[in-house]
């Protein structure tokens, strides 16, 4: 009976002891937690600023689709190089189409409504998977 006691007092004088350490084990974690958050937060600006990157590219996206789509006229030995001429090297090509583009607004912008069939014959048709991805590459900022 008596003998009972002794042991609840142990546990209690080792669970302060274990405890004692423990928050003094806390405390030096914390300690160190602060450069850990700011590092982390450094780290998570990274993927944030990254997002544009999921964009569609002009190199690697747009100027393919339209080699294929307007090539034969404004492509290389094309007939309409006067209104507009396409060539191997997208950087070569990019600020002619930037300049029909509108990050703002890509439907409404020259080279879509042109596509489209504007006041030019369709080439590339509304909503269709060539043209939500140049809508896509115009409001994601015109990566090049
Ligand atoms: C079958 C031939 C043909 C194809 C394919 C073609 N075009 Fe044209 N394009 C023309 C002709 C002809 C003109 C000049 C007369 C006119 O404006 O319609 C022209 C004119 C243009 C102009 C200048 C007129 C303006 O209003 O700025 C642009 C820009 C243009 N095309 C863009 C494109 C784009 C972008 C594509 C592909 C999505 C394309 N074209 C596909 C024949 C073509």
């Not at 928050?23 to 600006?45: N, Q």
């Not at 509108?102 to 043209?131: C, M």
């Amino acid at each position: 009976m008596t003998s009972e006691h002794p042991i609840p007092a142990l546990a209690l004088l080792l669970a302060v002891l274990l405890g004692g350490a423990a928050l003094s084990g806390c405390a030096s974690l914390e300690r160190g937690e602060p450069s850990g958050h700011s590092g982390r937060d450094a780290g998570g600006a990274g993927p944030d600023a990254a997002a544009p990157a999921d964009a569609p590219s002009f190199g690697a996206d747009v100027h393919p689709i339209l080699l294929a789509s307007c090539g034969d006229c404004h492509g290389p030995g094309g007939d309409e190089r006067d209104a507009l001429a396409l060539g191997e090297d997208p950087d070569a090509d990019y600020d002619a189409i930037v300049r029909l583009s509108d990050a703002d607004d890509p439907e409404g912008s020259r080279l879509l409504r042109l596509a489209s069939g504007n006041g030019h014959r369709r080439v590339i048709a509304a909503g269709s998977p060539d043209y939500l991805v140049i809508a896509a590459w115009m409001a994601g900022g015109e990566q090049p």
